[in-house]
Nanobody
Framework: QVQLVESGGGLAQPGGSLRLSCAAS????????IGWFRQAPGKEREGVTC????????YYADSVKGRFTISRDNAKNTVYLQMNSLKPEDTAIYYC????????????????????WGQGTQVTVSS
């Protein structure tokens, strides 16, 4: 089982930036993928971006391509989400998740089958 703890959420102005961190612990295997999901009020949770730990393959939702970047620090067992050019529609609770998938399948597959989730961190984009 993998334990995940998110941090770094907060308030940003439109056009601003935030960086989220996801610290992972437990049994992390090289064939895990770790990703970021978000859920806005009244909407379903959606995959934002995921990374395969095996080969660093990444997946990005169309809505964040060119603005968000996922990266990882192996020494710290931490995955980051750098969010630039933030928009009000990026406002949501952001969750970190992990499972034995590749990046594409983790981000775009069924959320109900994902084994590990963090507690979430609020991101609010508003002037």
């Amino acid at each position: 089982q993998v334990q995940l703890v998110e941090s770094g959420g907060g308030l940003a102005q439109p056009g601003g930036s935030l960086r989220l961190s996801c610290a992972a612990s437990g049994t992390i295997l090289e064939h895990h993928a770790i990703g970021w999901f978000r859920q806005a009020p009244g909407k379903e949770r959606e995959g934002v971006t995921c990374i395969s730990l095996y080969d660093d393959t990444t997946y990005y939702a169309d809505s964040v391509k060119g603005r968000f970047t996922i990266s990882r620090d192996n020494a710290k067992n931490t995955v980051y989400l750098q969010m630039n050019s933030l928009k009000p529609e990026d406002t949501a609770i952001y969750y970190c998740a992990a499972d034995l998938y590749n990046a594409y399948n983790l981000c775009s597959g069924s959320l109900q089958t994902i084994a590990s989730w963090g507690q979430g961190t609020q991101v609010t984009v508003s002037s």
